[in-house]
């Protein structure tokens, strides 16, 4: 179980921003946490399942993607912001990410 | 109350171009696509050339398709989806004045094309890119079509199986707009060595160039080809109601299936004859209006003896008196986008009055004596043309196209 500093607060939200901007072609700038990675963006639920394989190499998790699966299903997510909050939670909580909802 | 059904927008990629115009240029002066393989190493392959689409494609591509969506394209799903923009830019619809809950996609796939040639694949992209539905797919999600949207697999004859579907639909009046169409590459080492096993593609690798020879006598088995190629079809009131243009109209078709063998064609060609026969009659034509025919004409041994001797059966004298050509002996065989690409190019010939030739012909096999357009194109007016199509398994199709007249 990690400890969430602001330092990975702003290294996720830096990746994150970063990786919407490149892959959908969109300028950083126009990105927010309220953005809609679909309506806004044309970004796909792909890229949320490669942003786990850069989170999972970066800090080196313990997680099984059926895990973020299920909880997923309970917490979906639509915008930028609550998808970096859900890849804090995940770097954080790892396998025991369902633990969350007891 | 059935409608007529037209074309009112055309894409082509190919060995020969980039864009309609470009194709229809090259075939008209009769140049080849075929050289020699540059997609992958082909060293250790009988057949070492192909007709490649040209290296431009890529920035086509990109001008076309966003880099998200690219990457979860193989090459040929991308010249699919291209060739689909470039269709609906030439009829000039506009999506948003249309209940697109009547607008389906209809693709003939015989495979993506993710082989071992294929760049960039990856465990999370493999999935989108192998799926054989992914060409209408990808079209669909462009325009957020909501009619149905499928692919159809009759091996070489794909895509004239999905011409003749999205006819039925506007027919019908169960679509207002189609597009459809294929693509297709198998342009790598492991489906060149599987299709030299079975002796069915040309090793005359030398010049490139002249390797593909419909109805020569030298004739040594086909080309492959690449490419996409795909059809706007709608009712000629809804093109009319929207000052649409229209190539050409489809008057009907026909397909069969000859249940004899994996590979060979019905002996003399019978079961070629039928569907052409049947084709004729759903259309209501008469055999003396058909002013051409655009040839399966792969350059084997077999096809092009049988489907010869399958046009004389049907037309009986008059086979002497219609041009017959082969695009393969341009363009190679572009197998499920061939249907859809020669479809086409039969629409253009009908518009602009020149038919394409047989290039390569210059040793005619003194069995197959039809007037095959050789070498050079030619200008002819003509109302009514043929287009064959013939898959491995059996798979017949032939559609039969009109010129259209205010």
């Known amino acids: 179980m990690a400890t969430i500093t602001e330092r990975t607060k702003s290294e996720v939200k830096e990746i994150v921003y970063s990786f919407f901007a490149e892959e959908c072609e969109a300028d950083i700038e126009q990105i927010n946490d309220n953005t809609s990675i679909i309506n806004d963006l044309d970004g796909d639920s792909l890229m949320f399942l490669e942003l786990i394989e850069i989170f999972k190499k970066k800090y080196n998790l313990d997680i099984e993607l059926k895990v973020i699966g299920k909880y997923a299903v309970k917490h979906p997510v639509a915008t930028i912001g609550q998808l970096i909050e859900m890849q804090l939670l995940i770097i954080e909580h790892e396998n025991r990410l369902m633990e969350l909802d007891k | ?406």
């Open chain 2, 1 to 406: 109350m059935s409608k007529e059904v037209v074309i009112s927008g055309m894409g082509l990629i190919s060995s020969l171009g980039l864009s309609l115009e470009e194709n229809w240029k090259n075939i008209v002066a009769g140049k080849s696509g075929t050289k020699n393989i540059t997609l992958f190493d082909a060293s250790s392959c009988a057949t070492r050339v192909a007709a490649e689409v040209p290296p431009e494609f890529e920035e086509l591509s990109r001008n076309y398709i966003k880099k998200r969506a690219a990457s979860q394209m193989t090459r040929v799903t991308r010249m699919c989806v291209a060739a689909a923009k470039i269709a609906v830019a030439d009829s000039g619809i506009d999506f948003n004045q249309l209940d697109r809950t009547r607008c389906s996609v209809i693709m003939g796939v015989v495979n993506t094309g993710n082989s071992s040639a294929e760049k960039d694949t990856t465990l999370q992209n493999t999935v989108f890119k192998t799926m054989t539905n992914s060409m209408p797919a990808w079209i669909s999600l462009e325009y957020r079509l909501m009619g149905p949207n499928f692919a159809v697999n009759t091996a070489c004859a794909s895509s004239a199986y999905a011409i003749a579907f999205g006819y039925e639909m506007i027919k019908n009046g169960q679509a207002d707009v189609v597009i459809v169409g294929g693509a297709d590459s198998i342009i790598n080492a492991e489906e060149i060595k599987g299709f030299n096993a079975l002796f069915a593609l040309s090793v005359a690798n030398d010049p490139p160039a002249e390797a593909s020879k419909p109805f020569s006598k030298n004739r040594d088995g086909f080309v492959i080809g690449e490419g996409a190629g795909v059809l706007l079809l709608e009712s000629k009131e809804h093109a009319l109601a929207r000052n649409g243009q229209i190539h050409a109209t489809i008057a009907g078709y026909a397909l069969t299936s000859e249940g004899y063998n994996i590979m060979a064609p019905m002996k003399d060609g019978e079961g070629m004859a039928q569907t052409m026969e049947l084709a004729l009659k759903n259309a209501d034509i008469q055999k003396s209006d058909v002013g051409y025919i655009n040839a399966h004409g792969t350059s084997t041994e077999l096809n092009d003896r049988y489907e010869t001797m399958a046009i004389k059966q049907v037309f009986g004298d008059l086979a002497y008196h219609i041009p017959v050509s082969s695009s393969k002996s341009m363009l190679g065989h572009t197998i499920g986008a061939a249907g859809a690409i020669e479809a086409i190019i039969t629409a253009m010939s009908l518009r602009h009055g020149i038919l394409p030739p047989t290039i390569n012909y210059h040793e005619p096999d003194p069995d197959l004596d039809l007037d095959y357009i050789p070498n050079t194109s030619r200008s002819k007016d003509i109302r009514v043309a043929l287009s064959n199509s013939f898959g491995f398994g059996g798979h017949n199709a032939c559609l039969v196209l009109k010129k259209y007249q205010e």
